[in-house]
Nanobody, 121 residues
Framework: QVQLVESGGGLVQPGGSLRTSCAASGNIFSINSMGWYRQAPGKQRELVATITRGGNTNYADSVKGRFTISRDNAKNTVFLQMNSLKPEDTAVYYC???????????????WGQGTQVTVSS
């Protein structure tokens, strides 16, 4: 079994900052890409940022220059530093990871339970 557990969401005023983290645990042989997605009410889930094991990053245009994704491979953890937050960043943020549980198994996609980020004055 593999679990992704997120933390760090909350309520913040426009222009403020938040840092979310996501730790993977369980039967893990290796973790390929990790990332963050978000889903606002009435909207589809969308990509926020991804990071490869080697540290290559990819960001949605809407968050470039404001959000930074990073990871600690030794701790199987991915972080999302969110600065200059806007009301339109309000959403449930989901952690995602492509995890290989055993060297003989193909990697599988796993999701966290989600953490609410609300940007409001």
């Amino acid at each position: 079994q593999v679990q992704l557990v997120e933390s760090g969401g909350g309520l913040v005023q426009p222009g403020g900052s938040l840092r979310t983290s996501c730790a993977a645990s369980g039967n893990i042989f290796s973790i390929n890409s990790m990332g963050w997605y978000r889903q606002a009410p009435g909207k589809q889930r969308e990509l926020v940022a991804t990071i490869t094991r080697g540290g290559n990053t990819n960001y949605a245009d809407s968050v470039k220059g404001r959000f930074t994704i990073s990871r600690d491979n030794a701790k199987n953890t991915v972080f999302l530093q969110m600065n200059s937050l806007k009301p339109e960043d309000t959403a449930v943020y989901y952690c995602n990871a492509l995890i290989q549980s055993d060297r003989y198994y193909s990697p599988r996609n796993y999701w966290g339970q989600g953490t609410q980020v609300t940007v409001s004055s």
